[in-house]
């Protein structure tokens, strides 16, 4: 699919589906990068996740976000996969490693190699909420990211209420208010353990600031 159509499809359908479904009610909206490489690491709840943050971005960045995403779920089917490829842009990302020397995050890096925002949610699956202070165990796949592209800025971003529109198991959305929160881009400084660490310090920070939702 050519660039202008994707970017068509997504301002005019995919951005006012998601906002009308979530609110989005932004917080540091201008600290989303603007040109990559650059990471986005967010938690992740809801399949509505990905729209949101698609939603949120300023249009001249919008080309260039690229989501990774499970490529045995979003690519299982032709007609899905033909929307996550050309519509929503995602780099498919196997979840189970086939053979010793598969590299699983190889997409991703040739996305950021490219010059592309790649979002990626290191949880790994979507979650309940309810878990150790409603985020799961982060993988260390985006800190293996940042090693490799050491000038690449990972900003984390809070989502908060996504779980309420789309909850894991449910295939029908329902409108409800939801937040995002976006925090200062973390630098990669040499150490996978401490970056993870701080990672996971910024996205909790940021939730402990998320405003309380509205039912409505």
Request: hydrophobic share 50%; with cysteine.
């Amino acid at each position: 699919m050519k660039g202008w159509l994707r970017f068509l499809l997504l301002i005019l359908v995919a951005r006012p589906l998601a906002l009308f479904m979530t609110g989005a009610d932004v917080s540091g909206r201008e600290r989303l990068p603007l040109k990559g490489p650059a990471i986005v690491a967010a938690n992740h709840s809801s399949h509505v996740d990905t729209l949101l943050l698609l939603a949120i971005f300023p249009s001249r960045a919008l080309a260039r976000v690229r989501p990774a995403a499970a490529a045995d779920y979003f690519l299982r089917d032709p007609v899905i996969g033909w929307f996550s490829r050309h519509v929503i842009g995602i780099v498919p990302v196997a979840r189970r490693k086939f053979g010793r020397d598969k590299d699983v995050l190889a997409p991703a890096r040739a996305a950021l190699a490219a010059g592309d925002i790649v979002v990626v949610f290191p949880e790994g699956t979507r979650g309940d909420g309810e878990g150790d202070e409603g985020m799961g165990q982060l993988k260390s796949g985006v800190a293996r990211l940042a090693e490799a592209f050491p000038d690449a800025p990972v900003t984390p971003v809070w989502i908060q209420g996504a779980g309420r529109v789309l909850p894991k198991g449910e295939t029908i959305p329902v409108p409800l208010n939801c937040a995002v929160l976006v925090g200062e881009p973390l630098a990669w400084e040499g150490d996978r353990h401490a970056f993870m660490t701080k990672l996971r310090a910024s996205l909790l920070a940021l939730r402990a600031e998320a405003p309380p939702l509205r039912w409505s």
